[in-house]
């Protein structure tokens, strides 16, 4: 019991971990602090429905599509609604934009229309995986609002360059649910611990290698052409080749693709 208290001593938190950064947050005021909380309860609520979606009636697509075209899940539905509840409630962005709507959403309330940021999100990214018990995940990306405080979000809002998000991340439910974030300081992942519903830090200023052992790449082969496609080979030697590398260093995972011409 002691081993146990002492473990759970040392425990961070995402709400805790966000209270003691919140210096590192661009013109750190609070709302940011708040808004990634936001995101941290709706990201319980949807794992809370994922792990029971083989024994309540989530599963399966719906007659409706998304703005690509893609035939909704009722996962994708009900993911949205959570990360947009929690987001117009929690008052912290002035508009939000979703993969699910055609629409962006300008957020009328007076403690939205003071809000600094607006957020975009895929809710549920690989909804249909779900059906085989594949990973899924939500995707999302503040910026500060181009528009007036006291105004409504407008679309120039959302119309913005990769280069000046103040946070993005996302959450993977799979054998374990993990939140990764960023604010620019350094990625930081937390995995949600089920006995006590919390996220806990789990990977402090993650980082990628400078070198890995695989190289993730695509094949594609055209039937019926003149000749195979030798480009996907071609930029494989290039890469050992720039690197110094031979086949025993450097593995390669591909998928092929095939296409008619």
Known sequence: MWRYLRAMSSIVTLSEFIMERQADFPYASGDLSRLLADIGIASKIVNHKVNKAGLQDILGAMESTNVQGETQMKLDVFADQALLNAVRWGGQVCGA???????????????????????????????????????????????????????????????????????????????????????????????????????????????????????????????????????????IKMIRRHHGLTAQDISVRWWQISTAT
């Not at 249909?128 to 018990?133: A, E, G, L, Q, T």
């Not at 120039?156 to 996302?170: C, H, I, M, P, S």
């Not at 439910?173 to 930081?188: A, D, E, K």
């Not at 993730?216 to 052409?225: D, G, Q």
């Open 97 to 235: 934009a979703s993969e699910e709507n055609e629409k962006y959403f300008a957020f009328d309330t007076e403690t939205c229309r003071k809000s600094k940021y607006v957020i975009l999100f895929d809710p549920l990214d690989g909804s249909s995986n779900i059906d085989v018990n594949v990973s899924i995940g939500t995707i999302f990306s503040v910026f500060r609002r181009k528009s007036s405080v006291g105004d409504l979000a407008n679309v120039n809002d959302f119309l913005q360059r990769g280069a000046e998000q103040v946070a993005a991340g996302y959450v993977i439910y799979g054998s374990s649910t993990m939140l990764v974030y960023t604010t620019g300081h350094g990625v930081n992942g937390f995995t949600l611990e089920p006995s006590i519903g919390e996220f806990c830090l789990s990977h402090e200023k993650w980082s990628s290698l400078k070198m890995g052992k695989s190289i993730a790449s695509m094949k594609v082969t055209f039937i019926h052409a003149a000749k195979e496609c030798r480009l996907w080979d071609w930029c």
